[in-house]
C-alpha cells in the first residue's frame, strides 16, 4: 500500500471520528463510506442479548457495538456484538483490531440486510476474523461464517453453515451450541440482494 493510500485511510478514520451522530441513528465507516442508521427493532436487541447471554463468561468476553479495526482499510464497522477471549484485548480505547476478535455477531435489519451479507462479509474476512454469524430475523435463519480467506474487498469465508431458527448454532469457536428457539422473527421485506 502506498503512502497515499494511508493517508486516506487516516483521512477518512479522522472525519469518521470528529463526526456527530444525530441521537437515535448509530454510523458506521465502510470501506471510505460513512453509513448511518436508525436504532434498531426490539426484536433485534432481544436477539443480541440472547446470544450475549449464551457466551460463557469464564472464557470470552461479549462487548456491544464495539467498534473494530480493519487493518489496511479505511472501515470502522460496530459489529452487534463483538466476542473476545479474556485478556486478549489490546488495552483502552474505541476501537479493537480484528485480529485481536474470536467472533462478530450482526443481526440484521431492514436498513442492514445488504451490508451484513455483503460488505461486512467481505471486511470481516479481511480483517481475518475466525468468525462471522448473521443472524437473520426476516429469513428466521443464521448463516455462520467461517475460515476467512483473501484480502480486500476480495476476501471472504470459505466455510458457510446455515441454521433455521429453532435450531442450534454450533460455534466451535466457543465451543458453544448456541440456541436459537427464542429468536423473534419480522415480516419479510424485499431486498436487494438474496442473502
Known sequence: MTAVDDRL??????????????EG????LLR???????????????IVLSVLYQIPRDRW???QTQDIA???ESSEPQPDLVVLELGSEPGPGRLIPAPA?????????????????????????????????????FEAECLLLTEPTGTGEDADYKVERRVGFGDP??????DVKLETAEFGTLPKFKRHRRP
Open 101 to 137: 476478535v474470536t467472533l462478530l455477531v450482526e443481526v440484521v435489519s431492514k436498513n442492514s440486510a445488504d451490508a451484513d451479507y455483503g460488505i461486512k462479509r467481505s471486511m470481516y474476512a479481511a480483517g481475518r476474523v475466525p468468525a462471522y454469524l448473521i443472524i437473520d430475523p
Open 25 to 28: 441513528y448509530k454510523a458506521e
Open 32 to 46: 471510505g463510506d460513512i453509513v448511518m442508521m436508525a436504532g434498531p427493532d426490539r426484536v433485534h436487541n432481544r
Open 169 to 174: 448454532v454450533p460455534l466451535d469457536v466457543l
Open 9 to 22: 485511510i487516516t483521512d477518512a478514520a479522522q472525519v469518521f471520528e470528529d463526526f456527530e451522530v444525530p
Open 70 to 72: 480493519i487493518p489496511g
Open 61 to 63: 468476553e461479549p462487548l
